[in-house]
């Protein structure tokens, strides 16, 4: 069965500072990993996402993700945070085997960067 | 989030009512999708239409009941629903890459505000 984790409810990062949200996942295929970012009142925003190919995938607003297949990691991290990248950050998994478009969604993360 | 559209983006209801949410696609997707969002839940997936036929139903109660007329529109007729019930309703849409079914990234509407009181 699939399943993502973030172990994380919150992340407080300063402004400038580098920040991490951590996501894990088990599927039993090729996975397809993606992050989302959902600020306050607003629908889900498609920020990255891994297929296949290189590990290391950059994605909008400066944000990338490493894929770590030993680890079954899919990490987003961005160099230097921004006041305005508080919002609530998801990953999602899908088993690129599958003949659905089913994703699986962690619980999510909350990221505050302050001043 | 612009090529996804919902409406309406709050409702308020009581148990006894009839209400529909509708979502509209102008991406050119063929699946669509219903989401639940709820505090401190994960994202509850609801149903899945690729093409217009429905290939996911995810446990849902009976008085939750969608209907996709075309690749473009996705409804969600409500009816008799529970406090609980309560929560924002996401649509999404993907493009559908072949006739295995293999769908690409999910775009999401802005939700509709749902409360049952």
């Known amino acids: 069965a699939q399943s993502v984790a973030q172990p994380e409810d919150q992340v407080n990062v300063a402004e400038g500072n580098p920040l991490t949200v951590k996501c894990t996942y088990s599927?039993?295929?090729?996975?397809?990993l993606f992050w989302y970012v959902q600020y306050p009142n607003r629908g889900l925003q498609f920020l990255l996402k891994?297929?296949?190919?290189?590990?290391l995938v950059k994605g909008s607003y400066g944000f990338e993700a490493e894929f770590n297949k030993s680890q079954t990691s899919f990490h987003l991290k961005k160099p230097s945070a921004l006041v305005s990248d508080s919002a609530l950050y998801f990953c999602?998994?899908?088993?690129?085997?599958?003949?659905?478009?089913?994703?699986?969604f962690g619980q999510g993360t909350t990221l505050q960067v302050k001043p | 989030e612009t090529g996804v559209t919902q409406t309406p983006r709050h409702l308020v209801m009581g148990m006894t009512n009839k209400k529909s949410l509708k979502c509209e696609q102008h991406?050119?997707?063929?699946?669509m999708y219903w989401y639940k969002q709820s505090a401190k839940k994960p994202l509850e997936l609801m149903f899945v239409?690729?093409?217009?036929?429905?290939?996911e139903n995810n446990s849902v109660p009976s008085r939750f009941s969608p209907e996709c007329p075309n690749s473009s529109h996705l409804f969600l007729h409500l009816h008799t629903l529970q406090p609980e019930d309560s929560a924002l309703y996401l649509c999404?849409?993907?493009?559908?890459?072949?006739?295995?079914?293999?769908?690409?990234?999910?775009?999401f509407g802005p939700g509709t505000r749902l409360t049952v009181l």
């Open positions: 999602a998994v899908r088993d690129g085997s599958s003949n659905t478009g089913k994703l699986i």
């Open positions: 239409y690729n093409f217009k036929e429905q290939t």
């Open positions: 599927v039993s295929g090729n996975p397809y």
């Open positions: 991406l050119g997707h063929n699946a």
């Open positions: 999404a849409s993907s493009p559908l890459k072949s006739e295995r079914g293999i769908t690409d990234t999910q775009y």
């Open positions: 891994y297929i296949t190919g290189d590990n």
